[in-house]
């Protein structure tokens, strides 16, 4: 397990913690948990039951948490933190149904960043929310 990865499992568990991986509103002392602008990121393959579930810790100042860091960052900045106006990336995405479910909690420009969208396909994902959700690079 590398330092990174080491860094990202003990920050979902502060995160965990804190509330700000349950259902329940987060409290304003922990969105002073990391300093500057993050995101606790995770994406769900299959339906919301599903157990097959990866996550990570995006930190931009400065960029590190997943292997699109800097790029993930850099578009989110652009778009002021607001997932949902990530450039949509023009492409071909096949219409094979392969549903998966994009989280997002932190704080950005010191404002609460809470998202979440299921998409049709890792491929429709990717077009609409860039390099965000990108953690296997």
Same mark, same amino acid.
């Given at each position: 397990?590398?330092?990174?990865?080491?860094?990202?499992?003990?920050?979902? #568990?502060?995160?965990?913690?804190?509330?700000?991986?349950?259902?329940?509103? @987060? =409290? #304003?002392?922990?969105? *002073? !948990?990391?300093?500057?602008?993050?995101?606790?990121?995770?994406?769900?393959?299959? *339906? !919301?039951?599903?157990?097959?579930?990866?996550?990570?810790?995006?930190?931009?100042?400065?960029?590190?948490?997943? @292997?699109? !860091?800097? %790029?993930?960052? #850099?578009?989110?900045?652009?778009?002021?933190?607001?997932?949902?106006?990530?450039? /949509?990336?023009?492409?071909?995405?096949?219409?094979?149904?392969?549903?998966?479910?994009?989280?997002?909690?932190?704080?950005? %420009?010191?404002?609460? /960043?809470?998202?979440?969208?299921?998409?049709?396909? =890792?491929? /429709?994902?990717?077009?609409?929310?860039?390099?965000?959700?990108?953690?296997?690079?």
């Amino acid at each position: 397990m590398t330092l990174l990865t080491r860094a990202a499992a003990a920050a979902g #568990a502060l995160l965990a913690a804190a509330g700000l991986l349950t259902a329940s509103p @987060a =409290h #304003a002392a922990s969105r *002073d !948990a990391f300093p500057g602008n993050w995101l606790y990121l995770t994406v769900t393959k299959g *339906d !919301a039951r599903s157990s097959d579930t990866r996550g990570t810790l995006l930190l931009c100042d400065p960029p590190q948490g997943h @292997a699109r !860091a800097a %790029e993930a960052c #850099a578009e989110l900045g652009a778009a002021h933190g607001d997932i949902g106006r990530v450039p /949509v990336r023009s492409g071909f995405c096949t219409m094979i149904w392969a549903p998966v479910t994009v989280r997002a909690r932190g704080q950005w %420009e010191g404002r609460p /960043v809470k998202f979440q969208e299921t998409y049709s396909s =890792h491929c /429709v994902m990717r077009a609409r929310t860039g390099s965000v959700f990108a953690l296997d690079g």
